[in-house]
């Protein structure tokens, strides 16, 4: 057991015999590091009573999102900070939480105002921590990439909520460029080139197809088609033409019918590709993992 833990818990036995001025300072802060230690059920117990108690907001919010239910923690931060000044150093931790809370919400647009807050904090007291934890927050919110393509010009994309798409296109440009400030130099260096085309964006259409009929088959792409979030259709289309190719072959080889030969192709072309699809269709909305894809990618993580 570490020195905090030893000195907040004796604090506790302290305030536990009927010394009350230590409530609710070393209840919070014991609570706190137990949810940094994953106790979250013994937190909640120190936690009890403090439901409006500023300095509790943070690791009672914790609490209820273990617990799978954000609303309790969005309304337990947003009373936090309607006591405190909004911009001060003490409610970065605050906007830090509400934007985790807003994301397990599922609430986009409310995550984004809330990292607007954040971020506010962070201007105004521009230390390595606040200015960490803004960046941080805005990274599950939206994304992007960069890359070179033809005649030495540079492809840049992003990729935002399929919930925020009208959002998004209300303000395309202004949206693109509030993105990016996820790395302020990387915007500046986009902002002084010269653009060269419109902008294009769509949601991309995830489809299954048949992949035979009498003369013909397909492949990749044109057999099935989902979100390129996942990187696999170069792969899929490898393998696609790699099993088309065994059920012609064994036609031709007299080895089987072609009717049966590529029937079985399609099935397993769709045995294979029907999990990572119905993944990727998932992951592309880019929402929040459902709770089992949490503790899936948990006990994968580090493996």
Known sequence: MGEADVTLSAAVRIWSLGHSWLQPGALVRLADLRVRQGRFEEAEQLLRGLDTDVEAAVPLAATFLKRREPTLAIVVLT????????????AGTLWASLVDAQIAAGNCHEAAKAVDGL??????????YLRATAALARAPIAAWAAMPTNDGLTLVVLGWPYAEHAAFKADVEGNFFTTLEMSPNFAERVRSATRVD?????PVPNFFRTTY???????????????????QGISNAFRDAELCSDALDA?????????DAIKGYQAH?????????????????????TADLQQLLGGIYGN
Do not use: N
């Open 198 to 202: 419109r902008f294009h964006g769509r």
């Open 119 to 128: 971020v506010g904090c962070a201007t105004r007291h521009p230390g390595p």
């Open 213 to 231: 009929g009498p003369g013909w088959a397909l492949v990749g792409d044109a057999g099935y088609t989902k979100d390129p979030i996942t990187a």
């Open 251 to 259: 036609t031709f080889a007299g080895r089987a019918a072609f009717a």
């Open 79 to 90: 009373r936090a900070l309607g006591e405190v000044d909004p911009t001060s150093v003490g």
């Open 269 to 289: 072309r769709d045995a294979e590709s029907m999990p990572m699809y119905e993944f990727t269709a998932q992951l592309a909305t880019l929402e929040p993992p």
